[in-house]
Nanobody, 116 residues
Framework: QVQLVESGGGLVQPGGSLTLSCIFSGNIFSLYLMGWYRQAPGKQRELVAEITTGGRANYADFVKGRFTISRDNAKNTVYLQMNSLKPEDTAVYYC??????????WGPGTQVTVSS
């Protein structure tokens, strides 16, 4: 059974940076599409970025040029480097393995708050 644990969230000022990490366990990490999603209060969960088994990254338009997703198959870990953070980036960020459908797995989430 796949399990995911996120870390690295917190409070940061506008324009600041954070790096989120997600540790994967329970199966072969390199075989999984991995993604970061976020959900702000009163809004639906949305895709932030995803990275394929081959290392190809896809980004939501609202983070292009600011966020970078990467994976380390040796460490079973996926990262989200977030730069130039804005107040509207405030949300709970969730790690996902295997896509958002019924067979995907979600982590418990980590709060990111961008505020002065």
């Amino acid at each position: 059974q796949v399990q995911l644990v996120e870390s690295g969230g917190g409070l940061v000022q506008p324009g600041g940076s954070l790096t989120l990490s997600c540790i994967f366990s329970g199966n072969i990490f390199s075989l999984y599409l991995m993604g970061w999603y976020r959900q702000a209060p009163g809004k639906q969960r949305e895709l932030v970025a995803e990275i394929t088994t081959g290392g190809r990254a896809n980004y939501a338009d609202f983070v292009k040029g600011r966020f970078t997703i990467s994976r380390d198959n040796a460490k079973n870990t996926v990262y989200l480097q977030m730069n130039s953070l804005k107040p509207e980036d405030t949300a709970v960020y969730y790690c996902n393995a295997g896509g958002p459908g019924r067979f995907g797995t979600w982590g418990p989430g980590t709060q990111v708050t961008v505020s002065s």
